[in-house]
């Protein structure tokens, strides 16, 4: 199994950067993907950022070009630039193993105030 922590949320007035960071530990030689999500209050969880072993990234329109994930063997970062008021989430990283296994982290909350 996969255990996940984060670190990095706080209060950032927007335009603000924030850099979240996680770190994995267990079967971390399992883990295929890893990612960050976020979830608004009334919203859905969305994901915000991943990347693969290999080193390809994913992001959703709403973060492209603001938003940088990057990945050191078990850890992985979210380098977040130019933040917005709708940033605001609780941010969980996320990852997936060969096995399909799905792990969470306990959540970070990040708040941008406009």
């Known amino acids: 199994q996969v255990q996940l922590v984060e670190s990095g949320g706080g209060l950032v007035q927007a335009g603000g950067s924030l850099r979240l960071s996680c770190v994995a530990s267990?079967?971390?030689?399992?883990?295929?993907?890893m990612g960050w999500y976020r979830q608004a209050p009334g919203k859905q969880r969305e994901l915000v950022a991943s990347?693969?072993?290999?080193?390809i990234t994913n992001y959703p329109d709403s973060v492209k070009g603001r938003f940088t994930i990057s990945r050191d063997s078990a850890k992985v970062y979210l380098q977040m630039n130019i933040l917005k008021p709708e940033d605001t989430a609780v941010y969980y990283c996320?990852?997936?193993?060969?096995?399909?296994?799905?792990?969470w982290g306990q959540g970070t909350q990040v708040t941008v105030s406009s």
């Open positions: 990347i693969t072993r290999g080193a």
């Open positions: 996320h990852a997936l193993t060969y096995e399909h296994y799905n792990a």
């Open positions: 267990g079967s971390i030689n399992s883990i295929n993907v």
